[in-house]
């Protein structure tokens, strides 16, 4: 079964503090993993993937195959973070393909 | 650019009714797909068009259709509509060579009383 596994709807932290939004995933293939982040009265937008190993507003997050993870971490969060955040899988290479999205995480950082 | 424009923003329609959703992807871009978002849930694959056909389907019913014209922009058609389609259709687009990279619209909200 293709699936992307949130398991936090809510991550509450406070500003500066650490930031590990988890997402774990079940696909029989080579999958390609993305975070996507909604800002209030924003749309969906592409935070990063993972193929391209980019740092993206100081978001980092590292494929795990071994684990079938693909956490998104931020050293020390801001307010402007406050969002939902999806983790989706894709398969990887050739033409575009369908995403599949987990149910997303809404991170809430204090002040 | 404007970006992936979708109309209505809003639109309310009552059981068993029809409705049509559009969509006018990025400058540039050849592929259309659409997603449907119930609330507290994440976006679900619906189908994606590419030179006017159905490229690919997600797990939706027959009720379920859509139509690419041939300056790229999509429409996704809904008969006999049902409570349970009350949801956000998003829309996006991309380069089919673009491996993946998928740019939203900001949805139309459905809902189906």
């Known amino acids: 079964a293709q699936r992307v596994t949130q398991p936090e709807k809510l991550l509450s932290v406070f500003k500066g503090a650490p930031v590990e939004l988890k997402c774990n995933y079940s696909y029989s293939g080579s999958p390609e993993l993305f975070w996507y982040v909604q800002y209030s009265r924003q749309r969906l937008q592409l935070l990063l993937r993972h193929i391209s190993r980019e740092s993206i507003k100081g978001f980092t997050a590292d494929l795990n195959k071994g684990e079938t993870s693909f956490h998104l971490k931020k050293p020390f969060a801001q307010e402007e973070d406050s969002a939902m955040y999806y983790c989706a899988l894709s398969r990887l290479g050739g033409a575009t393909n369908k995403l599949i999205f987990g149910t997303g995480t809404l991170l809430a950082v204090q002040p | 650019d404007a970006g992936v424009t979708q109309s209505p923003t809003h639109l309310i329609k009552t059981r068993g009714q029809q409705v049509t959703l559009r969509c006018s992807p990025k400058?540039?871009?050849?592929?259309v797909s659409w997603y449907q978002q119930a609330l507290g849930q994440g976006p679900q694959f619906i189908f994606q068009y590419y030179e006017e056909e159905e490229r690919q389907r997600g797990n939706f019913p027959d009720r379920f259709s859509g139509h690419q014209f041939p300056n790229y922009s999509s429409e996704l058609n809904v008969n006999a509509l049902l409570l349970g389609d009350s949801a956000l259709y998003l829309c996006a687009s991309s380069l089919l060579t673009s491996q993946n990279i998928q740019y939203f619209g900001a949805g139309t909200r459905l809902s189906v009383l």
């Open positions: 400058s540039g871009h050849d592929t």
